[in-house]
């Protein structure tokens, strides 16, 4: 069974930068899409940014977009999210969720609800962008 957890979050400044791993086990993270989603107090949880298992398509949300970068790296079982540039409206608890390439669905689609069964979810890591 996959389990993943996440990890690179902190605080930060307005402006500052951060890097965010998603990390697999128990079973290879290739053949899955990846996505990155995020909580904020009191709001729902969305999708951030999403990359496809073969690493062909990614997809990020418009308020994101040019600041945060999704990569993966599937010898290391471990997905990234690189975070430049960020805002105080970035605060929120992310977390890395996957969907097996049986189910996967374009990264548009996986990124625009968490209304679907997904293989496995992380814990959460927080970020904080604060002066």
């Known amino acids: 069974q996959l389990q993943l957890v996440e990890s690179g979050g902190g605080l930060v400044q307005p402006g500052g930068s951060l890097r965010l791993s998603c990390t697999g086990s128990?079973?290879?993270?290739?053949?899955?899409?990846i996505g990155w989603y995020r909580q904020a107090p009191g709001k729902e949880r969305e999708g951030i940014s999403c990359?496809?298992?073969?690493?062909?398509?990614?997809w990020y949300r418009d308020s994101v977009k040019g600041r945060f970068t999704i990569s993966r790296d599937d010898a290391k079982s471990t997905v990234h999210l690189q975070m430049n540039s960020l805002k105080p409206e970035d605060t929120a608890a992310y977390y890395c969720?996957?969907?097996?390439?049986?189910?996967?669905?374009?990264?548009?689609?996986?990124?625009?609800?968490?209304?679907?069964?997904?293989?496995?979810w992380g814990q959460g890591t927080h970020v904080t962008v604060s002066t």
């Open positions: 969720a996957a969907l097996g390439v049986p189910r996967e669905v374009p990264v548009q689609d996986m990124c625009s609800t968490t209304n679907r069964e997904y293989d496995a």
């Open positions: 128990g079973m290879p993270l290739d053949f899955h899409a």
């Open positions: 990359v496809s298992s073969r690493a062909d398509a990614t």
